[in-house]
């Protein structure tokens, strides 16, 4: 059974920072495209950041040079390391993962956690 457990989310103010984990089990977590995305009362959700299995990464152009995605293959965990956050930000915050499809890309995000709550105060 695949399972995705995200955590680390919380309450900060503008200009803070937190660090966002997911931990994965139940595939072979290397062999898969990675990605974070968010969901703010009311909206659609949002592609945040997007790794591949070779470590190639993709950003939101709203979060460019503030997050940094990243991941531990060893321990199966994906990273969302959040700077310099903004009340814009705040939405609960998703981790997926998609089939690598090498030179296609990432395929459709087909596994999902629960999501952590991100809340920005100004």
């Known amino acids: 059974q695949v399972q995705l457990v995200e955590s680390g989310g919380g309450s900060v103010q503008a200009g803070g920072s937190l660090r966002l984990s997911c931990g994965v089990s139940g595939l072979t977590y290397s062999s898969y495209c990675k990605g974070w995305f968010h969901q703010a009362p009311g909206k659609e959700r949002e592609e945040v950041a997007v790794?591949?299995?070779?470590?190639?990464?993709r950003y939101a152009d709203s979060v460019k040079g503030r997050f940094t995605i990243s991941q531990d293959n060893s321990e199966s965990t994906l990273y969302l390391q959040m700077n310099s956050l903004k009340p814009e930000d705040t939405a609960m915050y998703y981790c997926?993962?998609?089939?690598?499809?090498?030179?296609w890309g990432c395929g459709a995000f087909r596994y999902w956690g629960r999501g952590t709550q991100v809340t920005v105060s100004s």
């Open positions: 790794i591949g299995s070779g470590g190639t990464t």
């Open positions: 997926a993962l998609a089939p690598d499809l090498a030179t």
